[in-house]
Nanobody, 114 residues
C-alpha cells in the first residue's frame, strides 16, 4: 500500500524559511518522479516542483527560492522554502506516479503572515 506522509509545515513570517519532508512507503522510492503541489484557499491545486534522479524542475513562482531534493536511502523528498511570501500560504501536498497510479499525501499547512 503506497503512502505519502508530509511534515514540516507551520506559521512563519515573510522572508523566513521552512523545510517540508515527505516520506514514501509501499513502493520503490528511487524509481518514480516525486513532486510537490500546493493549494491555497479558494484556488486550484498547482504544481510547485518535481524531482527525478537526474533533474529538478520548478514553477516560475518559486524558482530561485525553493529547492526540491530527495534522499532515496531514507525514502524522503524535501522542499526547502526560502524567502517565503504571504502568497506561498497553502496546503502543500506530496505526489508521485508509480505503477500507473497517482498518489497524494494528506498535506501540510504552510502559513506565511506577519
Amino acid at each position: 500500500q503506497v503512502q505519502l506522509v508530509e511534515s514540516g509545515g507551520g506559521l512563519v513570517q515573510p522572508g523566513e524559511s521552512l523545510r517540508l519532508s515527505c516520506v514514501g512507503t509501499g513502493f520503490t522510492f528511487s524509481s518514480p518522479p516525486m513532486s510537490w503541489y500546493r493549494q491555497a484557499p479558494g484556488k486550484e491545486r498547482e504544481w510547485v516542483a518535481s524531482t527525478t534522479s537526474f533533474s529538478q524542475e520548478y514553477a516560475e513562482s518559486v524558482k530561485g527560492r525553493f529547492t526540491i531534493s530527495r534522499d532515496d536511502d531514507r525514502n524522503t523528498v524535501y522542499l526547502q522554502m526560502n524567502t517565503l511570501k504571504p502568497e506561498d500560504t497553502a496546503v502543500y501536498y506530496c505526489h508521485t506516479l508509480t505503477a500507473g497510479a497517482v498518489y497524494w499525501g494528506r498535506g501540510t499547512q504552510v502559513t506565511v503572515s506577519s
